[in-house]
């Protein structure tokens, strides 16, 4: 079976991206450049570009495309931002951030998939993205602070620890609630003090590990 993954990836930015809201045109480059294909699993190849969420193994998914646009736009990336991603799953959120920002650190707490992540961002050729096994609820302190940092799991309410690791003038962007329904967020800090905006509902996979849900 052959396909046109370029055509396929061409039509969805045109029409979940662009057709929707998404009129950053740094991301929309940013989308028509990273090959989706290459980080999900493949059973789901040749879904890469569907307007949904894939499986992407140990209960976690690679998230729809228009809702890894949306959280991009919404991060303001600039070409000298450190960004922190707390959630790596298959790497394509970062491979995404990676065209529009310095270098990321992004954190897994399942190993395999923090393997896969390194490993399909090495197949894509994205060589400023570091991906540490750990639990993200506390971040990365020895590489603090950050410009911008996204979580890429729900939580019920964004870890201190983050807040503290996120430079002045930053923000983060998180979906925030309860475990079955969420609210897209952005806290913007500045001068210490945090703004809360929110944007709709949205449902993701719970963040795990100590500042995670509990089962």
């Known amino acids: 079976m052959t396909v046109d993954f370029i055509k396929l990836r061409q039509k969805m930015v045109e029409m979940q ?18 090959p989706r294909e290459l980080f999900v699993i493949e059973k789901y190849r040749y879904n890469a570009y569907d307007d949904s969420p894939l499986p992407i193994g140990y209960g976690q998914t690679i998230s729809q495309p228009y ?50 992540a390194k490993d399909n961002l090495k ?35 964004v870890p201190l620890e983050l807040f503290n690791q996120l430079n002045d003038d930053g923000c983060i962007v998180v979906p925030e609630g309860p475990m079955h329904t969420q609210q897209l967020v952005k806290y913007k ?23 995670g849900f509990k089962e």
């Open 17 to 34: 991206l662009a057709g929707r809201d998404i009129r950053d045109e740094n991301v929309i480059e940013a989308f028509l450049q990273v």
């Open 189 to 211: 800090k500045l001068k210490n003090k945090i703004d809360k905006e929110i944007y709709f509902n949205c449902i993701f996979v719970p963040l795990r590990g100590d500042k």
């Open 123 to 157: 197949k894509a050729g994205i060589d400023n993205v570091k991906v540490v096994c750990g639990d993200g609820g506390f971040g990365l302190k020895e590489f603090a602070p950050f410009d911008k940092i996204i979580i890429t799991a729900a939580v019920e309410k």
């Open 67 to 116: 809702i890894v646009a949306k959280m991009t736009e919404l991060l303001n990336l600039c070409k000298n931002d450190i960004l922190l991603e707390i959630g790596s799953g298959s790497g394509y959120q970062a491979a995404i951030a990676s065209k529009l920002c310095k270098f990321i650190y992004s954190i897994e707490l399942i190993p395999e998939l923090a393997k896969f």
